[in-house]
């Protein structure tokens, strides 16, 4: 089944070219079933290449997914046309009255900002309290891992000494967990954050399980005990290029940076680097929408389980 996008969104046509079956909004009014539900609220600066990212890896499914993008404030945006943004995005004060079947919180450059600091960090707060009651399970990726932390658990952030950037090997901690059903007991995934999630601070201040981790590198992936909330420390939805292009401006900022480990082939930013991570990102996001999304969700959203308003 595909994913439904708005018939002029760049991403529809993105996704056609690939062969991903895509469903527009016009088409879509005439099917006769019952699709799930996902907002996306995307705090990265150049949203568009966002959408297209996580898109394809939601659009890999063998459900019907009706996405829409939320936006954190009306602000102009140096990455983004407002146009684009006016066109497809959504204020939360059109959403908040609304149940969802899932959200997804991406990233967002601010790994070295305090959470006092970040400009929208009330909006960040309150979407996130929201989701517990209208959403039946959050995605939090990278930088959202932190604010997740933070909101859900009053965790400080973690700094590394540097950043972490690379593509990194991991191990399966769980055995038979749906989350990570299909996985090789070892896996490779990127990372591009200043974060720090040691195995052994998350174990001992919250009652998350963590299902997938790395000596090197610390927690990759956990999730509360009924997956209502899934926190992933980096960035399966990552392009073959998204790390050399972060490598260069980095570059270009005169910031320094490490060449990232493991990407570039011996090592040399002048090669082109190859994707090694995008099977199992890919059947991480199929295995979030059937096991933790649709396996769970009530068929009537207004019926959201009462437990889940807390």
């Given amino acids: 089944m595909p994913i439904k996008l708005p018939d002029t969104l760049p991403a529809t ?9 895509v469903m527009t909004e016009t088409r879509a009014v005439h099917q006769d079933i019952r699709p799930l539900k996902v907002l996306i609220l995307n705090l990265m600066p150049k949203k568009i290449e966002t959408e297209n990212q996580l898109m394809r890896l939601l659009s890999n499914s063998a459900l019907q997914v009706n996405i829409e993008l939320l936006r954190i404030h009306t602000r102009a945006s140096k990455n983004t046309p407002t146009e684009h943004l006016n066109s497809f995005y959504r204020n939360f004060e059109q959403v908040q009255e609304k149940n969802y079947d899932g959200l997804v919180i991406t990233g967002a ?7 006092e600091d ?5 909006q960040v ?6 989701s517990q ?6 995605l939090f990726l990278c930088w959202a891992v932190q604010a997740g932390l933070k909101v859900i658990y009053d965790l400080p952030k973690r700094t590394r000494r540097s950043k972490l950037s ?3 090997r991991y191990r399966i901690c769980k055995q038979h967990e749906p989350l990570t059903r299909g996985f090789d007991d070892e896996f490779m995934a990127p990372q591009s954050r200043n974060a720090d999630f040691p195995v052994d601070f998350i174990s001992q201040n919250t009652d998350l399980e963590i299902l997938a981790d790395s000596e090197v590198t610390g927690v990759y992936l956990m999730a509360s005990k009924d997956r209502r909330q899934v926190y992933l420390s980096g960035h399966p939805e990552y392009d073959a290029d998204t790390l050399a292009n ?25 090669n082109t680097p190859a994707t090694t991570w995008r099977s199992h990102g890919t059947l991480f996001f199929a295995n979030w929408l059937n096991y933790c999304v649709y396996q769970i969700t009530p068929y009537d959203l207004a019926r959201l389980a009462p ?3 807390k």
Avoid: C, M
Wanted: net charge negative; charged share 20%.
């Fill in 118 to 122: 970040v400009l929208y960090w009330n």
């Fill in 13 to 21: 046509r993105i996704l056609r070219n690939e062969n991903v079956f």
């Fill in 166 to 168: 690379g593509i990194y």
């Fill in 109 to 115: 450059p601010l790994g070295l900002v305090a959470f």
């Fill in 307 to 309: 437990e889940k308003n």
């Fill in 133 to 138: 009651a209208h959403v039946t399970s959050t």
């Fill in 125 to 130: 707060e309150e979407i996130i309290h929201w």
């Fill in 246 to 270: 972060e490598y260069q401006r980095d570059q270009h900022e005169g910031l320094e940076p490490e060449v990232p480990a493991n990407y570039f082939p011996d090592n040399n930013p002048a």
